[in-house]
C-alpha cells in the first residue's frame, strides 16, 4: 500500500527539522565537557547561541529565491551539509572557530522551517494543514531529545570532539537519505529563476505588506522568543534560585518539552477539526503568558507537583503552538510562496529567540530576580494574543 506524499513529506521534514534542531543544541549541550578541556566559559554559550541565530535570520531571510529556483529539497540537503561544516569547525576547540561555526551552523539551520513549509503547503489541504504542520514540527522538542540522548553517548565513547563528527555525520547521511525524494518534491522548482538581493526586500515585503502575515509574524517573534526564554532560564531557575538539584530541575524541563510534543498534536488536531487556527493560537497565547508569569510565582513552599504542573502547561501551550501557527503562514500566502512567506516570518521568530532571552538576562543583571523577569516576559505573549484574538472575533463576524 502506497504511503500518501503529504505523510511522506511530514515525515521527510520531521526528521530534517529534528536534526537541524540537535545541530543547533549540540554545543550547548557539550559546554561541560569542552569547559573543562579547553578552558573556555559555559557562560560563553550564551554569545554562541546569538551568532547562531544571527546566522539563521540571515540565511532564513536570503533563502526565499534559492528555495524557488533550486527546489525546498534540494536547500534541505544543502543546509544539512552546511550544518555538519559549522559543526566541524568547532573541532579544534578555538574561540574564533566557535564563533565561524555557530554562524554557518546557523545559517544551514534558518531555511529548514521555510523549505519544509514549501514542500507542505503543496501536499496538505488546507482544512488538514494544522495537524500536518504539528507532525513535523515535533521535529523540533524531538532533536531536543535526540541531542539529550544521544550526544552524551558520543561523548563516552569519543571525546566531546568524535561527537561533533557524529553529529555532523547524522546530518550528512540524512541529506544523502533525502535525495530520492527530490524528483517528486522539487517538481515545483524554477530553475531559469535569477537570484538577486532584490529578493530579500521582496521578502520582508511579502511579510509586512499584508496585515494577516504581519500579525502572524508577530505571533513568531513572541511565542518562540518567550520559548527560548523559558528554555534558557527555567533549568537554572530551579537549580539556583530554588536550591533544587539539577537531576530534578532537568525532570521538570524535560516534563516541558514532553507536554510540547503532545501539544503541537493536540493542537494541530484542534485546529484542524474544531476551532478556527487564529482563535487557537490567542488561546494558547494567553495560556502559555500566564504559565510562564506563574514560574515567577514560585516559591519554596510549592510542592514538586505543582512547579511540574505549570512546566506542563507552559510546554504544552508554549511550545505546542508552532505546527498551528505556521500552517496558517503557510494559508495565508500567495500560491507557490508558502517557503519564502515562511522565511520572512521566521527572520521575525529568530528575532525574538536574540531579543527576548537577552531581555530576561538583562532584568535578571539589574534585579536580582528570576520571578520578575518570568512575570514581565509573560506579558508579552498576552499583548499579542489579545491582538490575534481581535482579528480572530473581526474575522469570524
Same mark, same amino acid.
Given at each position: 500500500?502506497?504511503?500518501? #506524499?503529504?505523510? +511522506?513529506?511530514?515525515?521527510?521534514?520531521?526528521?530534517?527539522?529534528?536534526?537541524? &534542531?540537535?545541530?543547533? #543544541?549540540?554545543?550547548?549541550? #557539550?559546554?561541560?565537557?569542552?569547559?573543562?578541556?579547553? @578552558? /573556555?566559559?559555559?557562560?560563553?554559550?550564551?554569545? *554562541?547561541?546569538?551568532?547562531? *541565530?544571527?546566522?539563521?535570520?540571515?540565511?532564513?531571510?536570503?533563502?526565499?529565491?534559492?528555495?524557488?529556483?533550486?527546489?525546498?529539497?534540494?536547500?534541505?540537503?544543502?543546509?544539512?551539509?552546511?550544518?555538519?561544516?559549522?559543526?566541524?569547525?568547532?573541532?579544534?576547540? /578555538?574561540?574564533?572557530?566557535?564563533?565561524?561555526?555557530?554562524? $554557518?551552523?546557523?545559517? =544551514?539551520?534558518?531555511?529548514?522551517?521555510?523549505?519544509?513549509?514549501? $514542500?507542505?503547503?503543496?501536499?496538505?489541504?488546507?482544512?488538514?494543514?494544522?495537524?500536518? !504542520?504539528?507532525?513535523?514540527? +515535533?521535529?523540533?522538542?524531538?532533536?531536543?531529545?535526540?541531542?539529550?540522548?544521544?550526544?552524551?553517548?558520543?561523548?563516552?565513547?569519543?571525546?566531546?570532539?568524535?561527537?561533533?563528527?557524529?553529529?555532523?555525520?547524522?546530518?550528512?547521511?540524512?541529506?544523502?537519505?533525502?535525495?530520492?525524494?527530490?524528483?517528486?518534491?522539487?517538481?515545483?522548482?524554477?530553475?531559469?529563476?535569477?537570484?538577486?538581493?532584490?529578493?530579500?526586500?521582496?521578502?520582508?515585503?511579502?511579510?509586512?505588506?499584508?496585515?494577516?502575515?504581519?500579525?502572524?509574524?508577530?505571533?513568531?517573534?513572541?511565542?518562540?522568543?518567550?520559548?527560548?526564554?523559558?528554555?534558557?532560564?527555567?533549568?537554572?531557575?530551579?537549580?539556583?534560585?530554588?536550591?533544587?538539584?539539577?537531576?530534578?530541575?532537568?525532570?521538570?524541563?524535560?516534563?516541558?518539552?514532553?507536554?510540547?510534543?503532545?501539544?503541537?498534536?493536540?493542537?494541530?488536531?484542534?485546529? &484542524?477539526? *474544531?476551532?478556527?487556527?487564529?482563535?487557537?493560537?490567542?488561546?494558547?497565547? !494567553?495560556?502559555? =503568558?500566564?504559565?510562564?508569569?506563574?514560574? @515567577? #510565582?514560585?516559591?519554596?513552599?510549592?510542592?514538586?507537583?505543582?512547579?511540574?504542573?505549570?512546566? !506542563?502547561?507552559?510546554?504544552?501551550?508554549?511550545?505546542?503552538?508552532?505546527?498551528?501557527?505556521?500552517?496558517?503562514?503557510?494559508?495565508?500566502?500567495?500560491?507557490?510562496?508558502?517557503?519564502?512567506? &515562511?522565511?520572512?516570518?521566521?527572520?521575525?521568530? *529568530? @528575532?525574538?529567540?536574540?531579543?527576548?532571552?537577552?531581555?530576561?538576562?538583562?532584568?535578571?543583571?539589574?534585579?536580582?530576580?528570576?520571578? $520578575?523577569? !518570568?512575570?514581565?516576559? @509573560?506579558?508579552?505573549?498576552?499583548?499579542?494574543?489579545?491582538?490575534?484574538?481581535?482579528?480572530?472575533?473581526?474575522?469570524?463576524?
Amino acid at each position: 500500500m502506497r504511503v500518501p #506524499l503529504v505523510y +511522506t513529506a511530514a515525515f521527510a521534514m520531521l526528521v530534517q527539522q529534528s536534526l537541524s &534542531t540537535m545541530s543547533g #543544541l549540540t554545543i550547548p549541550v #557539550l559546554a561541560p565537557p569542552i569547559a573543562a578541556e579547553t @578552558g /573556555l566559559s559555559p557562560s560563553l554559550v550564551g554569545l *554562541y547561541t546569538a551568532f547562531l *541565530y544571527g546566522g539563521s535570520m540571515i540565511s532564513a531571510l536570503a533563502g526565499g529565491g534559492f528555495l524557488l529556483r533550486f527546489g525546498a529539497l534540494r536547500i534541505s540537503q544543502v543546509c544539512l551539509i552546511v550544518v555538519a561544516i559549522g559543526l566541524l569547525l568547532n573541532t579544534p576547540g /578555538l574561540t574564533l572557530l566557535f564563533v565561524i561555526g555557530a554562524v $554557518i551552523t546557523g545559517i =544551514g539551520g534558518g531555511p529548514s522551517t521555510p523549505a519544509s513549509s514549501q $514542500i507542505l503547503a503543496r501536499y496538505a489541504d488546507p482544512a488538514s494543514a494544522p495537524f500536518i !504542520f504539528s507532525i513535523k514540527q +515535533t521535529g523540533v522538542p524531538v532533536g531536543g531529545v535526540i541531542a539529550g540522548a544521544l550526544l552524551p553517548v558520543y561523548v563516552s565513547l569519543f571525546g566531546w570532539r568524535g561527537a561533533l563528527v557524529c553529529a555532523a555525520l547524522m546530518a550528512i547521511t540524512l541529506a544523502l537519505l533525502l535525495q530520492p525524494l527530490r524528483a517528486e518534491f522539487d517538481s515545483d522548482r524554477q530553475p531559469q529563476r535569477s537570484l538577486n538581493l532584490t529578493d530579500v526586500r521582496a521578502t520582508l515585503r511579502a511579510v509586512l505588506s499584508d496585515a494577516r502575515i504581519r500579525e502572524l509574524a508577530l505571533g513568531l517573534f513572541a511565542f518562540t522568543g518567550l520559548q527560548l526564554a523559558f528554555a534558557s532560564f527555567f533549568v537554572s531557575f530551579l537549580s539556583l534560585g530554588m536550591g533544587w538539584t539539577l537531576t530534578d530541575a532537568g525532570i521538570a524541563y524535560s516534563i516541558a518539552m514532553g507536554a510540547g510534543i503532545i501539544g503541537r498534536l493536540i493542537w494541530g488536531w484542534v485546529g &484542524t477539526k *474544531y476551532v478556527p487556527p487564529l482563535m487557537l493560537l490567542a488561546l494558547l497565547g !494567553f495560556v502559555m =503568558g500566564g504559565a510562564h508569569m506563574a514560574v @515567577g #510565582l514560585v516559591s519554596q513552599d510549592w510542592q514538586t507537583w505543582a512547579i511540574w504542573g505549570i512546566a !506542563f502547561a507552559y510546554g504544552l501551550t508554549g511550545i505546542g503552538y508552532q505546527g498551528v501557527l505556521l500552517a496558517e503562514i503557510a494559508r495565508v500566502s500567495p500560491p507557490g510562496m508558502a517557503g519564502v512567506v &515562511t522565511g520572512g516570518a521566521v527572520f521575525f521568530a *529568530y @528575532g525574538g529567540m536574540i531579543l527576548l532571552p537577552a531581555t530576561f538576562g538583562l532584568i535578571l543583571a539589574v534585579q536580582d530576580s528570576y520571578r $520578575i523577569a !518570568f512575570v514581565a516576559l @509573560g506579558v508579552v505573549p498576552i499583548v499579542v494574543a489579545t491582538k490575534l484574538l481581535r482579528s480572530a472575533l473581526k474575522k469570524s463576524k
